[in-house]
């Protein structure tokens, strides 16, 4: 059992604060990704929760013993760190070995976890190789398996594929699934691709300025973002937004339509709606069409809605030119709507 | 991590020694040269000053550095983009060039010696050539002006290698695309040196120059291994006070007249060649 | 058109002229550093009588009558078992002190960092030998004076502040993440230094007290200001500069320089790396 439960961590550099009082709680076995924009806190977090970084305030608990003042060994932790820190000086078999040697098992042991780890990751034939003879690849491999033969309660990994090149980052990512999801491990995955995201994590946790946003199912932050910010960063090209006005009986008109909407006091809240969640029709919202990209299955189109930039993906049988005024009609049950000053979730 | 107070444990060693060893001293070289039988004065400079030698070794010094360093600039330029445009042999071609970096200035004189001296291979050199039919004295006190070549030669042949090492470091610190832009542009390999290496390389080229005139100004052992007392220079003339004449406080004037010279001209280098922050590779 | 077929034909050759007069500068300067350490070591290894002859031959005749003359005269064996002995005693302090500051500033922000950088680039503009002065008479009251330890203090006062910013360079490239990873898989601070960075950093650490080694063993004035009895190798030939013969600086002078060439060879893979980090 390994849950994670970090409460009230904060983190200021000077008169910085890179983290503002989190609290998030990583459930056994649970594969959590901090998702955000560089400088957005998630390595520092994940740095806290290693030990290799000290909060300046709050408490950080695995397997429900309080770790914040231990160093990082006595934590039962492992780590995979984004330039992979394979040690040049050690074999990939001493790499591994590392910190089996470390907690003095015997030579037996030692052997028997290396070769299985290695065999896992697909570098048994590397064993005897040096660092400095290894692909970025293979070195990623060595620092995974370096990781798994610890045999940790928690995997933390900063950004581990962000220095491989795309097609082997889609390898890996597969990879990575299967092997984590086997070892029963806790694991907390830090990355700024949210594709990356989407793919591995059971549960993502969008960061903002030192701010966990929103903290849920993938599915659940691409399909109700919690706040503005999740909508605008996560989805490619991201959610539209365009101001609505309050209409007479509590409706909201958006673009020339009128849509039912949240009560709300306010006279305009933002109408927010998913580039793929609309349809080219005869009615639905006023767009004049200014780049037109078609991208083999889908057609992306760059539209003008009352003055604002607005994409839409549509089939790619619609013939738009640029310049045509197309109406677009929102699927109702995919509209969401946020407060334009808390830039909340209505 | 664990213990703010590691680094301080650290630096502790270090920082206590430099107090002890540089702080310390420095406090009691100003306090000697300001003070006489226990009291303030400005004696000691005025001894030092009243001394028949003084203005020599003073002329001696600064005209041995303003010949020497601006004759070494050039060589150590010279070496340093050489090497750079070298294909094969650069790393050998570079030790040797370093090789006087570790040859102390008492070697060096000696090394010297065996040229200029009566029975050195200049001589026979010249003699050989036919210039000459027998040994010229080129280190005897009436010949004050080859002393002065002599070791002019000898302190270019043991300083160039310090200045090219740092030059050659901070060429390696130009990107290689600068030049092929200039070559595009259509620069010379002369324009490019001028446009580009020489502004790029202003940092290197200002710690170069501070170093080498600091150590200029403390010749010492060259001076002393070929011209004796033919030639003063201040750091020969410290030893003097301090052995010869036994006066402690005027020896010590002379470490703060050449520490203030030395200070000058570092503050002068570092305003002259002056690079803003933002302006850096 | 023909304009542009003749360049193309001179290019070539202009390139290969100006790669002649290119190889021929750099030999050229390659002799100006190498002939006079030749001609020195001619003279060592000539019979006193030929030294001082003339004309001379400009070819060594292998004889050892002034090495022996060197080694055998008084004080000469004692002044090289003087300097052997300061040069380690500096290497050892300057390193000793200067690796665990350099590793401080490579690893750690912490206030004060700036202050004790000064500190260290401070020494520069000082003219160091000339601290020997005031140590002089300190040294006398505490019993340093005339000792090795003693001037291998002032020594190390030279060779310390390119030990902390040769080895704050070194530190600083090896990857803060290796030591992370260490500690991660189970090593104390102390586990981690020493099986992950001082194996790590151990060349360059070697090559920078080979140079703190050099520094002592070329220093002359500071040298010849604290040591009567116990003289260095250099204090002792500038001592007898004066009445000495010829034969015998000349030896001196090749005792001097044969280990230099040794060490500068040694670590010739460092010495631009580290001059060039340590004067930037």
Request: glycine share 6%; hydrophobic share 55%; net charge neutral.
């Amino acid at each position: 059992m390994a849950e994670i439960a970090i409460k009230q961590v904060a983190k200021r550099f000077g008169s910085f604060t890179a983290l503002h009082s989190i609290d998030l709680t990583i459930a056994d076995q649970e594969f959590m990704v901090l998702l955000g924009a560089s400088g957005c806190g998630k390595t520092t977090l994940l740095r806290i929760v290693a030990g290799l970084e000290t909060p300046s305030q709050g408490e950080v608990w695995i397997g429900g013993r309080r770790v914040d003042h231990l160093p990082p060994r006595e934590r039962g932790i492992a780590m995979v760190f984004q330039n992979y820190a394979v040690f040049p000086h050690l074999t990939v078999f001493e790499n591994i070995a590392f910190g089996l040697r470390m907690k003095k098992l015997p030579q037996q042991e030692v052997e028997g976890r290396v070769n299985r780890t290695a065999e896992l990751m697909h570098i048994e034939q590397l064993l005897k190789r040096y660092s400095g003879q290894l692909s970025g690849g293979q070195r990623q491999r060595v620092a995974v398996a370096r990781a798994l033969a610890m045999e940790p309660d928690v995997i933390l990994m900063d950004e581990p594929l962000s220095n491989l090149d795309a097609l082997l980052r889609l390898e890996m990512r597969a990879e990575l699934k299967g092997v984590l999801a086997a070892s029963k491990t806790t694991t907390i995955y830090v990355t700024h691709d949210q594709v990356e995201a989407m793919s591995l994590a059971d549960r993502i946790a969008v960061m903002h300025q030192g701010h966990i946003v929103q903290a849920a199912s993938p599915v659940e932050v691409y399909r109700n973002p919690a706040a503005r910010f999740v909508g605008s960063f996560i989805g490619n090209p991201p959610m539209n937004f365009i101001p609505a006005a309050k209409a007479a009986d509590g409706s909201w008109t958006v673009a020339g339509l009128t849509l039912p909407g949240p009560k709300s006091d306010k006279q305009t809240i933002e109408f927010a709606i998913r580039p793929e969640d609309v349809d080219a029709g005869t009615e639905g919202l006023h767009a004049t069409v200014r780049v037109v990209e078609p991208l083999g299955p889908h057609t992306l189109v760059t539209c003008d809605v009352e003055g604002g930039l607005f994409r839409a993906i549509l089939e790619s049988n619609v013939t738009v030119a640029v310049g045509d005024h197309l109406r677009l009609l929102p699927k109702p049950d995919r509209i969401r709507w946020f407060d334009p000053e808390t830039t909340n979730a209505l | 991590m664990h213990g703010k107070a590691l680094p301080y444990l650290l630096l502790t060693p270090a920082t206590l020694f430099l107090c002890v060893f540089f702080l310390f001293p420095f406090a009691l070289v100003a306090f000697e040269a300001f003070t006489r039988d226990g009291g303030f004065t400005l004696d000691n400079f005025r001894t030092m000053a009243g001394s028949w030698k003084f203005p020599v070794t003073v002329r001696n010094t600064l005209l041995l550095s303003a010949v020497v360093v601006p004759i070494q600039l050039v060589m150590a330029l010279l070496m340093a983009t050489m090497v750079s445009r070298l294909e094969t042999g650069r790393s050998a071609a570079l030790y040797i060039f370093a090789i006087p970096l570790g040859i102390s200035d008492l070697a060096a004189g000696l090394i010297w010696l065996a040229i200029f001296d009566q029975s050195g291979f200049l001589n026979t050199l010249l003699s050989n050539l036919g210039v000459i039919d027998r040994p010229v004295m080129f280190l005897g006190y009436q010949s004050k002006l080859t002393i002065f070549i002599a070791v002019a030669l000898a302190e270019i042949w043991r300083a160039t290698a310090i200045m090219m090492v740092i030059l050659v470091a901070g060429m390696g610190l130009i990107p290689r695309e600068y030049y092929e832009a200039a070559e595009v542009f259509g620069a010379s390999p002369w324009k490019r040196f001028i446009k580009i290496t020489l502004p790029l390389l202003r940092p290197s080229l200002q710690t170069a120059i501070i170093l080498r005139v600091i150590l200029a100004f403390e010749v010492f052992a060259v001076v002393a291994a070929l011209g004796g007392t033919n030639l003063p220079v201040l750091m020969g003339e410290t030893y003097n006070w301090q052995f010869t004449l036994q006066d402690r406080n005027v020896a010590a004037a002379m470490a703060l007249f050449i520490l203030a010279i030395s200070i000058g001209f570092t503050l002068f280098f570092l305003r002259v060649l002056r690079v803003p922050k933002e302006a850096r590779i | 058109m023909s304009t542009v077929a003749e360049l193309s034909i001179a290019a070539p050759e202009a390139r290969k002229a100006g790669n002649w007069l290119l190889v021929a500068t750099v030999i050229l300067l390659c002799v100006w550093v190498l002939l006079p350490i030749y001609l020195l070591i001619v003279n060592a290894l000539s019979s006193p009588e030929e030294v001082t002859a003339f004309p001379k031959r400009f070819f060594p005749s292998f004889d050892f009558g002034s090495l022996s003359f060197f080694i055998n005269f008084a004080g000469v064996a004692r002044a090289l078992w003087n300097s052997v002995l300061v040069a380690t005693l500096t290497m050892l302090l300057s390193i000793g002190f200067g690796a665990p500051a350099g590793y401080a500033l490579s690893r750690f922000e912490f206030p004060g960092k700036e202050t004790f950088r000064f500190l260290v680039l401070m020494t520069r503009a000082f003219p160091l030998p000339l601290l020997a002065l005031p140590l002089a008479v300190m040294f006398i009251r505490t019993g340093l004076d005339d000792t090795a330890i003693g001037l291998a203090l002032v020594h190390t006062t030279l060779a310390l502040p390119f030990a902390v910013l040769i080895t704050f360079s070194l530190f600083s490239g090896i990857p803060v993440e290796l030591e992370e990873a260490a500690w991660t898989l189970g090593c104390t601070r102390l586990q981690a230094f020493r099986k992950i960075i001082l194996p790590l950093a151990l060349p360059g650490i070697a090559a920078s007290a080979v140079f703190a080694f050099t520094i002592s063993w070329n220093e002359v004035f500071a040298a010849a200001v604290l040591t009567i009895e116990n003289r260095t190798l250099t204090a002792f030939l500038l001592q007898s500069l004066g009445e000495s013969p010829l034969y015998l600086k000349f030896a001196g002078g090749a005792a001097l320089v044969i280990p230099a060439l040794i060490f500068i060879f040694a670590v010739r893979k460092y010495l631009f790396a580290m001059w060039g980090i340590a004067n930037r």
